[in-house]
């Protein structure tokens, strides 16, 4: 079964260089979510789309955008990146927002040096 | 506030032995949780939902158990396999922002199946 695709699966930076991580949902998955995971921590919620707007805003640096397109992919824009954004960055997608499981992906891992 | 967290951080199992993974959450209004396992290097990965009107939900090997009266989430699986050594994680389904959802995840354990 096809599921939730993120690119890259890593990626090195330097402090205040730009990122762009990609996500691809399941097919007919209108949701997508992107969460921040820093080493033994929980997933903390970034922002969430549905049907290509955004649905609601987490802990999400304003030195952070995303945005859904019209074939559902999600792109989570990271400018400025400081040492410590270097985590897991997951995407997730579910059918619908209430009450459907979150897939997600395996993640990218960025390191900021 | 929202908040899902884990009562116990490690846990150590032996292989056979039944494990209980416990979670207390916070928001009284949720009505949908789910069970992540998370293996390294890995996203998380779906285990079981359970509902509101439910206390109770069975899967393959294990089960979810809902009290609502004092908020509080349990996972358990049946003859711990070293396979289910892993980091779990309970979710809990809340409002958002304009009528919106988001899933808040709990401090994770850790399970350690010993052979």
């Known amino acids: 079964a096809a599921g939730v695709i993120q690119s890259p699966r890593h990626l090195i930076k330097e402090k205040r260089e730009t990122a762009t991580l990609k996500c691809y949902p399941i097919p007919r998955h209108d949701t997508v979510y992107w969460y921040q995971q820093g080493p033994g921590q929980d997933p903390q919620f970034l922002i969430s789309?549905?049907?290509?707007?955004?649905?609601d805003k987490g802990s999400i640096p304003d030195r952070f955008s995303a945005q859904q397109f019209s074939d559902y992919h999600s792109e989570l824009n990271m400018s400025s990146l400081e040492l410590g954004d270097s985590a897991l960055y997951f995407c997730?997608?579910?059918?619908?927002?209430?009450?459907?499981?979150?897939?997600f992906g395996n993640g990218t891992r960025l390191t900021v040096t | 506030g929202e908040s899902v967290g884990l009562h116990l951080p490690t846990l150590s199992v032996q292989e056979g032995d039944n494990s209980i993974i416990n979670c207390a959450y916070s928001?009284?209004?949720?009505?949908?949780f789910i069970w992540y396992k998370q293996e390294s290097g890995k996203g998380p990965q779906f285990i079981i939902d359970?509902?509101?009107?439910?206390d109770k939900r069975q899967g393959q090997r294990v089960t979810v158990l809902l009290n609502k009266t004092v908020k509080h989430l349990s996972l358990q699986i049946a003859a711990t396999q070293p396979g289910d050594s892993a980091v779990y994680f309970c979710a809990e389904n809340i409002d958002g922002t304009s009528g919106t959802y988001k899933y808040i995840f709990g401090t994770g354990t850790r399970l350690k199946v010993l052979a």
């Open positions: 359970i509902r509101s009107n439910m």
């Open positions: 928001n009284s209004a949720s009505d949908y």
């Open positions: 997730a997608s579910s059918q619908g927002q209430f009450n459907s499981p979150l897939h």
């Open positions: 789309f549905y049907e290509k707007m955004q649905s």
